[in-house]
């Protein structure tokens, strides 16, 4: 009984890494482009009214 919760445990902390690990790597990936999306969108739309101001 002592190994097989030994076993659980083990298994319990690595499936707990990992989702950890893969929430961080999706939450990195994810906010990155996003910001650097949401810049680039903000300088576009800038951009844009600036050219419609123009003419």
């Given amino acids: 009984m002592y190994y ?3 076993a ?3 298994t319990l ?3 707990l ?3 950890g ?3 961080t790597f ?3 990936q994810y906010l990155k482009p996003k910001s650097q999306l949401s810049a ?3 300088a576009y ?3 844009q009214q600036n050219s419609a101001h123009a003419h």
């Fill in 4 to 6: 097989t919760y030994l």
């Fill in 40 to 42: 680039f969108g903000q």
């Fill in 21 to 23: 690990g893969l929430a």
């Fill in 26 to 28: 999706v939450a990195s």
């Fill in 13 to 15: 902390f690595a499936w």
């Fill in 17 to 19: 890494a990992i989702q």
């Fill in 45 to 47: 739309r800038l951009q």
């Fill in 8 to 10: 659980r445990r083990n």
